[in-house]
């Protein structure tokens, strides 16, 4: 059964911590749906209502257009090892630019100053409603290690040829709608 609660607390944050990998859904009224997995290394809950987590380059921008134009963001987390359960936060987010102040300012809050090569932008979910569901029917698996495939891309790009790469494919989603990755402000 779904059980709705108002924000994350500390058992859900444990059960976020555990895991290996969420997934974020986007859309606009007009989009295609988008749903792309991510590491949970890169997440981070900074609030009982707001979590970021550090975009890192890849082959679309869908999330950072679709935040843009509508604001609607789902990211689900579902256990595949251990006690079943999925979970849901929904809300309202944004992309945080590369760059800024705000994103240099969360960046050395949140991750001590790092930053993995070809990270993009932060995106930012203000929660208005965290759901799980009992993930009976999500199948188990081993967690054998993390890829290292995207860090060997961005590296063998350089600073210059991911910074090229974003202007050819990170500007647009792919149903036109605008970015803003570089926009400025």
């Known amino acids: 059964m779904a059980k709705p609660f108002e ?15 969420f997934f974020t859904a986007s859309a606009t009224v007009d989009s295609r749906v988008n749903i792309s997995p991510r590491e949970t290394g890169c997440l981070r809950v900074i609030h009982a209502n707001t979590v970021v987590y550090l975009d ?4 679309g921008n869908e999330t950072a257009a679709h935040l843009r134009a509508d604001g609607r963001l789902t990211i689900m987390f579902c256990a595949v090892e251990g006690p079943p359960m999925i979970l849901r936060l929904y809300g309202r987010g944004r992309a945080i630019r ?13 991750y001590g100053g790092s930053e993995p090569s070809g990270a993009r932008q932060v995106i930012w979910l203000d929660v208005d409603l965290v759901q799980t ?21 961005t590296d063998s790009k350089g600073p210059d040829g991911i910074e090229i790469y974003r202007r050819e494919k990170n500007t647009s989603s ?3 709608l ?3 990755i570089f926009d400025e402000g």
Not at 7 to 21: C, T, V, Y
Not at 56 to 59: A, E, I, L, Q, V
Not at 98 to 110: A, D, F, K, M, V
Not at 133 to 152: A, I
């Open 56 to 59: 890192r380059t890849g082959s």
């Open 98 to 110: 590369r760059g800024s102040s705000e994103y240099e300012n969360i960046l050395t809050s949140h």
């Open 178 to 180: 605008p970015t803003g």
């Open 133 to 153: 569901s009992c993930g009976f029917g999500v199948p188990l698996f081993d967690h054998k290690t993390e890829r290292s495939s995207l860090d060997q891309w």
């Open 7 to 21: 924000s994350i607390d500390a058992r859900l944050k444990d059960f976020i911590g555990r895991q290996h990998i």
């Open 174 to 176: 792919m149903d036109g």
